[in-house]
């Protein structure tokens, strides 16, 4: 894969769109739609692949139908390529073409190939960062401290070996998250369509370099294709929101969505090898896990400023 830098903007909605909050007639159609299509469980958004390196014109269509209706699809692809990677990687990327996804983030615990592993680490530029431990990581979209105008738009997470007992994961479409919202209060989005509705503070790399402070919007409608975009974290450390009232309401409501139990919506998976998940950067947690020796746990991950499908966008470099 290309390991591109590059930039992009996303703006507040322009009329006569989903997310005009001066105009509710086409959020209500969008709205219907959307909840009348959506999977009603996590089986729903599963595709078998004979050849991962190469899906079917069936297949690939089937992955776009489980994408337009909850702007995710888990692939379930033969598991024999485990304990040859590279061979792996190579059909992944292969993959992931035909889809559109062919320039990654250029992360800086990402190899030559631009896939990053996530697995238990102490190497520098991993260690003390909780997607390496067994620890959980509470909910989140990928990349939510990259700048506002280069966010994470498309992901792939492969499963290549699961743990012994954990690693699930939750899921949710950010636009769910947005219909909820906006149902029970407008001026909620508003808030967090703010540019300065959530800042990351700059951090310090184990290099000496500095990641730089991050300030943007939750919710964001790119001006390419009008298509929402997210960038959130559950993190309470770390993390400034805009102090309003708008604000900390919008944020305390988002954080029981996220954590109650009323959202049918939430789709609970544990990836099995040969398993993955490609998706829109929705919403997803992951559970703590435990490993037995032989038997760690081993994702690779893959990053995108495109979402799947789209024209590719290279992307500026995260840390």
Known sequence: MERENGACTCTAPAQSTPYDLLDATPFRLWREKKLAAFPSNASDIVVPIENISHPSPTERAEIFDRLARANMAIYRAPAELADDEPRLRSQLISFLSEFGLVSCENHRSAED????????????????????????????????YNPAQAPIRGMLLHCSRSAVRGGENALLDPEIAYIRLRDRNPDWIAALMHPEAMTIPAAIEDDGSERPTSVGPVFMVDPGDGQLVMRYTARTRNIIWRDCKATRAAVAFLNDLLTGQGEPHILNVRLAPGEGLICNNVLHTRTGFDEAEGTHRRVLRARFASRVGARPIPLERAT
């Open 113 to 144: 190939d631009g896939f990053v592993v996530i697995e238990v680490s102490d190497t520098p530029s991993k260690r003390g960062f909780i997607p390496y431990t067994t620890r959980p990581l509470n909910w989140y979209t990928d990349g939510y």
